[in-house]
């Protein structure tokens, strides 16, 4: 027997709901429902143009509790539809012509790198969550820092100073959020299995 035959597929949150194919598209829609949510939950600040927003700690936590397909998944519908037109993101806005579009383009990779990473059991312990929310985090950093310099053209040192900077303690209240609920939940549903 081989040894991808005897690999179990590790589970995440969601795949603890009984269900089918239609099961995974009724959470990835609610993945997206989400974020939008998430999304609209914001704080302007006068010195960046880069509002905080709650967005990024739902596109965390989508991607760990529905795992890499369903949390890109989600993240990718939330951009799509943005590019559409449709006001989704925060202030109603949508297409890709603001400030922190590179960030939500982040939110599919970080949706997709913190899902692929519950899927390997990083998101049982404290510890563990909070190392992959912190991955998360930068990879949407990753994705909006240059974003942010070109759109207002600027350098990468004074993006981080408008695009990061101003939000670490927010973005390590987050992190300290998801490593304190996602454990917490798998050993609610350890006990009660």
């Not at 207002?152 to 304190?180: H, R």
Request: glycine letters at 12%.
């Amino acid at each position: 027997m081989s040894v991808s035959a005897t690999r179990t597929r590790v589970p995440v949150l969601a795949d603890l709901v009984a269900g089918t194919r239609a099961r995974s598209a009724a959470l990835t829609l609610l993945g997206t429902a989400f974020i939008t949510v998430s999304g609209y939950i914001v704080i302007p600040l006068p010195f960046t143009p880069v509002p905080i927003s709650l967005a990024t700690f739902a596109v965390l936590l989508t991607g760990v509790a529905l795992g890499p397909s369903r949390g890109a998944a989600s993240a990718g519908i939330y951009l799509a539809l943005g590019l559409f037109g449709i006001p989704l993101f925060a202030h109603g806005a949508s297409g890709w012509a603001f400030s922190s579009f590179g960030y939500i383009a982040g939110y599919v990779a970080a949706a997709l790198l913190v899902g692929a990473l519950a899927r390997r059991r990083s998101a049982r312990t404290v510890l563990s969550t909070l190392g992959l929310a912190a991955l998360g985090s930068l990879t949407i950093y990753a994705f909006g820092v240059p974003w942010l310099a070109a759109f207002l053209g600027v350098d990468i040192i004074t993006a981080i100073g408008l695009g990061v900077v101003p939000f670490l303690i927010g973005d390590a209240i987050k992190i300290a959020a998801l490593g304190g609920i996602v454990p917490l939940t798998w050993r609610v549903v350890g006990r009660s299995r």
